[in-house]
């Protein structure tokens, strides 16, 4: 006990220090990620974008991570090199690809001009995209290892939660602030401009959050140099790789993942134009009830999170979850269910889903992966999210541009295409029906190999 007493991450307000810094780094990065999804209507028609586009844009968070493999490339150096260089480089990595795409988006010179078959601002924006999702799903899977290392043992499910929770609150202020921001300002560019400003910042922050994080090796060091005991150092071998994809228990997990999240990231980037097109709600008040998704996690993460640490039960709360997510977008699905106030309800629904299944799926990993390998596992849950994050964007864009188009209505006197929003609905259905199914099996699984996913967190 008086080795514990002397490190770092002993210090309540030491650990709950490291964690607001880089979950306010998080929070920076989900602002840039969702700042697009309530700028559809206006990106129609002031740049003249249509929803294959938009579709196509969209999917390019995904790009790099997916096709050349940077997110599992980031895992490998994260067990490698450790937290800080990879947070150092993520961050910057995060600048770089939203200053690629604000210039894209408010720029001329670009006009008129083609690249591979589409408007070069399409591509050229999603190439901007494309480098900041390397950046921001590296700098997650780094934030992730850091929480286990400063909370292993402690509360950890509740540290995941609270740094998920702050995440969402960028979601929340792009989905509720980028129309009144893009209308003050003149300009659908200019919330990406605001967004660069918060990302400089927050890779500030996070250089911040280095310090810290060397004092804490340190105490580390002395507390095993006093107790003669080795201090196991961050290392990789490509054997690991081989142990990850063999575990059944982390495959279920990475396929709940990606059908869990293709049925809820890719719908808030359709949400506002959903209440426009379905539940007739103003363009510039659309985003405030997608907003309100966010802002619920932001309560319910860290109290889920907390039950888990406390009370286990990990794996069902993981199938509640996905039950709750089957339900909101089946009644999305029906056509004359139409009432803003059973939108309002609907989303404060998914909301609780969306918050009871990443508060257990996360921390559930290390019960599963060696901490030697979890920059990798990590690494290798969000390439599979990548795939879904890249697909199913452009494929409801592509659904709705080939199948739902009904008609056009005004924006500012613009004429803009209307859509129906059933089809598209009905395929997020099916991904969470898929997605109780892998639930199920990872239950079962616990049970054979005893991995502790419903038991508590918390050891005493």
Same mark, same amino acid.
């Given at each position: ?104 988006? =408010?720029?001329? =010179?670009? *006009? ?52 998920? #929770? ?15 921001? #893009? ?13 660069? /400003? ?5 890779? /500030? ?7 810290? *994080? ?10 095993? #140099? ?83 640490? @406390? ?33 309002? #309800? ?8 969306? =918050? ?91 049970? @054979? ?12």
């Amino acid at each position: 006990m008086e080795t514990i007493r002397r490190t770092l991450r002993d210090s309540k307000s030491a650990r709950w220090i490291a964690l607001a810094i880089v979950s306010f780094t998080m929070l920076c990065g989900y602002y840039l990620t969702d700042v697009m999804a309530p700028l559809k209507p206006l990106l129609e028609k002031e740049l003249l974008w249509n929803s294959a586009e938009y579709g196509f844009f969209t999917s390019a968070y995904g790009w790099f991570n997916v096709f050349l493999l940077m997110l599992i490339f980031g895992g490998i150096i994260l067990d490698r090199m450790g937290v800080r260089f990879t947070g150092k480089m993520a961050t910057i990595i995060m600048v770089i690809g939203t200053a690629v795409k604000y210039w894209a988006v =408010s720029t001329h =010179s670009l *006009d008129g001009s083609v690249i591979l078959g589409m408007k070069a601002q399409v591509v050229i924006a999603g190439l901007g995209f494309a480098i900041f999702g390397v950046g921001v799903e590296v700098a997650g899977i780094t934030v992730s290892k850091i929480i286990v290392k400063w909370f292993k043992g402690k509360e950890m499910a509740l540290a995941m939660g609270l740094e998920m #929770a702050t995440a969402r609150i960028g979601t929340t202020l792009a989905m509720v602030s980028s129309v009144p921001i #893009a209308r003050a300002l003149n300009g659908v560019s200019k919330p990406i401009l605001v967004c660069l /400003i918060m990302l400089c910042i927050g890779m /500030i922050a996070f250089f911040l959050y280095a310090i810290m *994080d060397k004092r804490l090796d340190q105490s580390l060091q002395l507390a095993a #140099a006093e107790n003669s005991e080795p201090l196991s150092e961050e290392s990789f071998n490509v054997r690991d790789i081989v142990y990850i994809i063999t575990n059944k228990g982390w495959w279920f997990i990475a396929i709940l993942c990606v059908l869990f999240y293709s049925a809820v990231f890719p719908f808030l980037k359709y949400a506002t134009d959903l209440m426009v097109n379905k539940f007739n709600v103003r363009p510039d008040l659309a985003g405030i009830i997608p907003g309100m998704l966010p802002f619920g996690t932001m309560i319910l993460t860290p109290l889920f999170g907390n039950m888990y640490d @406390r009370k286990g039960k990990g794996a069902s709360i993981m199938l509640l979850g996905a039950l709750l997510l089957i339900f909101v977008h089946a009644m999305f699905s029906i056509p004359f269910l139409s009432a803003t106030p059973l939108a309002i #309800a609907l989303i404060i629904i998914l909301g609780i889903g969306f =918050s009871l299944v990443p508060s257990a799926m996360w921390p559930s990993v290390p019960k599963i992966i060696p901490e030697k390998q979890l920059g990798t596992a990590y690494a290798m849950i969000f390439w599979v999210q990548n795939i879904g994050l890249m697909g199913v964007p452009a494929l409801i864009g592509w659904v709705l541009n080939k199948y739902c188009i009904t008609g056009t209505h005004l924006i500012d006197g613009v004429e803009v295409p209307s859509y129906n929003y059933t089809l598209p609905m009905i395929i997020f259905t099916c991904f969470g029906i898929i997605a109780f199914v892998f639930a199920l099996l990872l239950k079962a699984e616990d049970k @054979r190999k005893g991995y502790g996913l419903e038991l508590p967190n918390i050891k005493k």
